[in-house]
């Protein structure tokens, strides 16, 4: 028990050390949460803002129009703005704002309700892939136009023969006029020879004897049965995916929140290593080891309030990216939690082992922001693993970032579960193994 006391002890002492800084808070919390902030925006933004812009210009404004315009809003794969002129959404394009820009043309409504050829226009960026699928969105959304183009003019074919054959056949009209109760030896006389007056009293029976349904009421009618669709795809996967989520790759506020989370925490633990360097010069250290504790306590005792330092800062970073901007950390917590663990494990012992093997507080001091960020690069905090070369990817498996960014991502952007944190994690409690191993043999205490 006093051997735990006393390591306690230290760890309040580091923590006492660290809060008592206001450069060092500064660093492992309002940095990172700015960068979070900055890089989230230049990657992007998150949720909807993450999406490629897709202009809308209705230049027709009748319901017609209204009905592509609501389908392609209707779109998950991008934001939908409605922009009033077609110069803007040219503008747009050119300055990259939008990928892609539909253009309804005035009297596209008319068209289609008359049962002319109507056309959109498709407005293409330099994202060719994209406009390809807005293509054929918008060519999707034609077709369920032109059927309910046909509709209507089947509709009124339909109606018309219908009216025709009512209209010549013979009914008996009794003098006293339709809807008497006998109406006894009346002669029958065709429909259309009827006075106006007899005609308009069956209009119960046929609603539409003396004038059709206006061309909207019926398209509209038609419209209605696309909701829900009439006829569904669904696949079945034969080869199971690995992605559960929306996403594939980390973007926006996804990407910066897990990326600077992951390389601040090496930065802080690596920070943490120089402060064992810089007790030993200032002769605190030796002092330690001159009370009745032994060299394995002090460490020990160093090394977790590091490990915690590095957990609590993940918790803030973690916990203002699920808050502020919704990256969904929540997604499996016990993956995340096992995750920063091991990562926090390697990230400790790799600082142990940078502090053992340099000679020099300045040395260290040196060699740690040059290798934070050295692995942050390599391990693609900064940005998302996928537009590196493949040596490049290959090279991240062997760092602590590229694992932790790799687990992460397919926990939190891919919405995965544990397996796909123990892999990566097993990994790193190799490296944290081998780093503690050379840190702890050949640190000096004076």
Known sequence: MGAVRRVLAIVRLHFT????????????????????????FMYGGSGDVGKPQVAVVDLDHTNISRVLVDAFREQPSFRVPVVSTRAKAEDGIRKSDYSAAIVVPQGFGDAVLSGRAASADVLEGSDKTLTMAVRQIAEGIATRLAADQASVRVALEQLADAR??????????????????????APAVAVRDMPSSARSSLTAAFPFLENDPSRLQLFEAADGFWTPPPVKVESKALVASRVRGESTSASGHDQSSLGVTVWFMLMMLLG???????????????????????????????????????????????????????????????????????????CTGLSIAVAALARTRSQASAIGPVLSVGLAMLGATMWPIAIVPPFMQTVARFTPTGQAMSALTDIVVRNQGLEAALAPSAIMLAMAAVFFAVGVSRFKYE
Not at 21 to 27: A, H, M
Not at 276 to 295: A, D, Q, V
Request: proline share 7%; hydrophobic share 50%.
């Open 272 to 346: 943490s290593g120089v402060t064992l360097l810089e007790e030993r010069e200032n002769k605190t250290l030796p002092r330690l080891l001159t009370m009745p504790t032994s060299r394995g306590v002090v460490l020990l005792g160093k090394v977790t309030g590091m490990f915690l330092v590095g957990l609590l800062q993940a918790a803030v970073l973690i916990s203002f990216g699920a808050l502020v901007f919704h990256v969904p950390w929540g997604n499996d917590p016990l993956a995340v939690a096992f995750v920063i663990v091991t990562y926090a494990l390697a």
């Open 17 to 40: 050390q660290l809060f008592h800084d206001r450069g060092d808070l500064f660093s492992a919390l309002a940095l990172p949460i700015l960068l979070t902030t900055l890089l989230g």
């Open 164 to 185: 025709d054959a009512f209209v010549a056949r013979p009914l008996p009209m009794p003098a006293t006029g339709f809807g008497t109760a006998d109406p006894g030896g």
